[in-house]
């Protein structure tokens, strides 16, 4: 399968400064990554979709000036997270979608565990 | 109705049995499916795809899948404990990706 690089994997920072998480997919390239969110024994939760050159598509109830998303490549995406909060400390999971022979499959970034204090 | 249910479970089954986990989808024009498995703690890690109706096999796994019906399936065969997770079903309508809420998996030793 294809590889995708999430970074950093563990995270602790003071409320309101700003956190940067980088996913790149390290194989292949992909003009649309998706990042979520997972709160402890809950579902994975849709942010958003990142394209390749264009403003990504934010799902609703999450902000788009807090969570703010860049693809400026066609192998990395970065979330920067402005001003956190504690209440904003989750595990934040990345995914990059692989096109290649048209199998249209989604592989997923380890993951960064973000603590706000 | 949601794009894609799944049983949360939990489901238990003995070491060496057949675990069964099941998803349905509301989308009928999805063409591709997918199964996840997501250790607590971790990230989903990609299992298996099936594309056509029918069965797909690799190892102790096999997926099923039945468009007319819409759902498709996981089947492991003597599992283990170390089987023991989340398992994420995905749907793939166009450019959409719809996961399931998860079946959350057991296997006693």
């Known amino acids: 399968g294809a590889v995708v690089s999430q970074h950093p994997s563990w995270v602790i920072c003071k409320s309101g400064t700003s956190v940067k998480i980088e996913c790149r997919s390290l194989?292949?390239?992909?003009?649309?990554m998706f990042w979520y969110r997972q709160f402890p024994k809950q579902s994975l939760m849709l942010m958003a979709t990142?394209?390749?050159?264009?403003?990504?598509?934010?799902e609703q109830g999450v902000e788009k000036d807090k969570f703010l998303i860049n693809h400026a490549s066609l192998t990395l995406s970065t979330l920067t997270v402005t001003s956190a909060h504690p209440e904003d400390s989750s595990f934040y999971i990345c995914?990059?979608?692989?096109?290649?022979?048209?199998?249209?499959?989604?592989?997923f970034g380890a993951g960064t565990r973000l603590s706000v204090l | 109705q949601k794009e894609v249910e799944q049983n949360s479970g939990p489901l238990s089954v003995p070491e060496g049995a057949i675990a069964s986990l099941n998803c349905t989808y509301s989308?009928?024009?999805?063409?591709?499916f997918f199964w996840y498995r997501q250790y607590s703690g971790k990230s989903p890690e990609l299992i298996m795809f099936?594309?056509?109706?029918g069965d797909k096999e690799d190892g102790r796994f096999t997926a099923q899948l039945n468009k007319a019906s819409q759902y498709v399936s996981l089947l492991i065969r003597d599992s283990q404990p170390s089987d023991s997770a989340t398992y994420l079903c995905?749907?793939?309508?166009?450019?959409?990706?719809?996961f399931g809420t998860g079946t959350s998996l057991t296997v006693i030793p």
């Open positions: 099936i594309y056509s109706n």
């Open positions: 990142s394209n390749e050159g264009s403003k990504a598509t934010y």
């Open positions: 194989d292949f390239q992909a003009t649309t």
């Open positions: 995914s990059a979608r692989d096109i290649r022979l048209a199998k249209n499959i989604q592989y």
């Open positions: 995905a749907v793939n309508p166009g450019n959409q990706f719809y």
């Open positions: 989308d009928r024009g999805s063409q591709s």
